[in-house]
Nanobody, 115 residues
Framework: QVQLVESGGGLVQPGGSLRLSCAAS????????MAWYRQAPGKQRELVAY???????NYAESVKGRFTISRDILKNTVHLQMISPKPEDTALYYC?????????WGQGTQVTVSS
């Protein structure tokens, strides 16, 4: 059983910065791909970024150059650094991994970008 707990969401002004964190139970962050998804009201959940066990990263086109995903293996934590967020980045952000052929999700953390 894997538990993912997100934190760091909140209200941020456009052009500001925010860092989301996802703490994973068990020593899995170094052996599975960890991802961030988001879901805005009335929209489908979409992939924001992921990081593989080898450290390869990938981003949605809409966040490239603004968001950075990283991993702290010792703390079993994955971060999403948001730089210059836009109002359209407002969403509930979820942490995700697939372990043992099963998808695991956190409870989500709300990010609201507004002045």
């Amino acid at each position: 059983q894997v538990q993912l707990v997100e934190s760091g969401g909140g209200l941020v002004q456009p052009g500001g910065s925010l860092r989301l964190s996802c703490a994973a139970s068990g020593n899995i962050s170094s052996i599975v791909t960890m991802a961030w998804y988001r879901q805005a009201p009335g929209k489908q959940r979409e992939l924001v970024a992921y990081i593989t066990p080898g450290g390869r990263v990938n981003y949605a086109e809409s966040v490239k150059g603004r968001f950075t995903i990283s991993r702290d293996i010792l703390k079993n934590t994955v971060h999403l650094q948001m730089i210059s967020p836009k109002p359209e980045d407002t969403a509930l952000y979820y942490c995700n991994c697939n372990y043992g052929a099963k998808d695991y999700w956190g409870q989500g953390t709300q990010v609201t970008v507004s002045s």
